[in-house]
């Protein structure tokens, strides 16, 4: 089974704060993911990347960068923290267009 | 643009009964759809996919699909619910001709009452 790890379940930060969240992924995929979830939104994709080093933006990346270093590793970051970053993050990772997704338990972030 | 609609926030249904969460889709070539389910304070899992073919699909738990291409539907149905269904759906679109980009509708709470 694919396993899709977050590095943190729950994390409290206060504004103007730099935050990483780790994401790792143990099946070679090509592609991962990060989505931030907010009731009666859905999901909505900050960044992806289809290979090391590379990155696209998703539908709302302001406020957000990402590395992608390793194959297996993909990290958003927010560069300083705000009230309105309070959600739950959810990384997830696929390997071509006909696959799933595969998502990790997710991180809610609390910015106070 | 792709888009997806779940008409419904919240579903009831009995213990026993069948289940059905709708799903409509807006893509300008051939989707591919997935659905998901989440349980409390965890990730999504995937439940089944469409991508070519058969238009019923069968996926985990007992759970199947029907991709109706005029009505650009893919609702989500279980012929007896159970309360462990009890839980959040997010049907997802993939458009092939926009690269690897899923489009996640609002999401639809089940209830299952015993």
């Known amino acids: 089974d694919v396993k899709v790890t977050q590095s943190s379940r729950y994390l409290v930060k206060r504004t103007g704060e730099k935050v990483f969240l780790e994401c790792v992924q143990d099946m070679d995929h090509e592609n991962m993911f990060w989505y931030r979830q907010d009731p009666g939104l859905g999901l909505r994709l900050i960044y992806f990347s289809y290979d090391v080093k590379m990155k696209e933006k998703g539908d709302i990346p302001e406020g957000y960068s990402v590395s992608r270093e390793k194959k297996e590793r993909f990290s958003l970051i927010l560069e300083s923290a705000s009230t309105n970053q309070t959600s739950m993050y959810l990384c997830a990772s696929s390997t071509g267009q006909r696959s799933p997704l595969h998502f990790g338990n997710g991180t809610r972030l609390t910015v106070t | ?114």
Do not use: M
């Open chain 2, 1 to 114: 643009a792709q888009s997806v609609a779940q008409p419904e926030d919240q579903v009831n249904v009995a213990e026993g009964n069948p289940l059905t969460v709708k799903c409509t889709y807006s893509v300008s070539g051939n989707p591919y759809l997935f659905w998901y389910v989440q349980y409390p304070n965890r990730g999504l899992q995937f439940l089944l996919k469409y991508i070519t073919g058969d238009n019923l699909v069968k996926g985990s738990y007992g759970f199947e699909a029907e991709f109706n291409k005029s009505q650009t539907s893919f609702h989500l149905k279980k012929p007896s619910a159970l309360v462990s269904d009890s839980a959040l759906y997010f049907c997802a679109v993939r458009d092939p001709n926009y690269g690897q980009n899923f489009v996640f509708g609002p999401g639809t709470r089940l209830s299952v009452l015993p």
